[in-house]
């Protein structure tokens, strides 16, 4: 059984910088396809980032493109999202997301394929 535990997050200005971290425990994740979400009150959960096993492929959303990175160390079993320039309406609670199975290239896009979750934690983005 894979436990995803997040850290980081927070309340930060608009235009500053956070980070948010997802460890895995109870088994290596090097071929698992991880990937973002976030859901703000009301709103419906949405894709955020993937990165893709290997870590050679990276997929963001539309909203985000530009301003946030993801990155995964397979060897401290963590992945990463960087996020830049941060705008209020990037507040909600993000969540890592991991997929049992996948090819060393897949990009996890749809909540309903993840298999694993973290606890979510809050970004908030306000003056």
């Known amino acids: 059984q894979v436990q995803l535990v997040q850290s980081g997050g927070g309340l930060v200005q608009p235009g500053g910088s956070l980070r948010l971290s997802c460890s895995a425990s109870?088994?290596?994740?090097?071929?698992?396809?991880m990937s973002w979400f976030r859901q703000a009150p009301g709103k419906e959960r949405e894709f955020v980032a993937a990165?893709?096993?290997?870590?050679?492929?990276?997929l963001y959303a539309d909203s985000v493109k530009g301003r946030f990175t993801t990155t995964r160390e397979n060897a401290k079993n963590t992945v990463s999202l960087q996020m830049n320039s941060l705008k209020p309406e990037d507040t909600a609670v993000y969540y890592c997301?991991?997929?049992?199975?996948?090819?060393?290239?897949?990009?996890?896009?749809?909540?309903?394929?993840?298999?694993?979750w973290g606890q979510g934690t809050q970004v908030t983005v306000s003056s």
């Open positions: 997301a991991a997929k049992a199975s996948g090819s060393r290239y897949y990009l996890l896009r749809e909540a309903s394929e993840s298999n694993y």
């Open positions: 990165v893709s096993w290997s870590g050679g492929r990276t």
């Open positions: 109870g088994r290596t994740l090097p071929d698992y396809p």
